[in-house]
């Protein structure tokens, strides 16, 4: 399943110049990130194409390199195996969400980034719970309105309803 999920979103890269793959990053993430690396070579030089790399979630205040920042797991497990292969996506084309707010936020950038580059494909994770989690794609008719959305959690477990902290939300 996972490589067939990691020649799924390579293809789809290919066949998308410009639009964005959003990656899972829990459990079943690490094994489509030993997929992906597996079969980037196939692809290259460019396996990601010009696609835009984002992940789908992070926890709010939690520092990049910290070891439960799911940015941090992207980066780890995936971002810079492949560029110790010479195969990493263009710098520009990573936009993984980050758990500190600086200057920028990083919802409104995320929003932004999907609003210019829309979704080819998300990746949804299933965890071993049978916990699945969607994120829903709003259709806009007014770029005004991107600034203050955010993504609307689709919850189809009662497993995940229990797990999430709603005062902390990812």
Known sequence: AADTTARLILQTAKESPGETLLLPT???????????????SEFAPDPFGDAYL????????VYERHPTSRYNHVQSTLIEPLARQGLSPVPDHIRLLRGVILEEDPIQAANLTLRR???AIHVI??????????YEVATYTDPSQVVHDRCRVIELSQTGKEYIDPDQPS
């Open 117 to 119: 580059h829309p979704p």
């Open 54 to 61: 984002m992940s789908d979630t992070e926890t709010f205040g």
């Open 125 to 134: 994770a299933v965890a071993p719970s049978g916990e699945v989690i969607g």
């Open 26 to 40: 829990g459990r079943t993430a690490t094994k489509v990130y030993t997929s992906l690396l597996r079969l980037a």
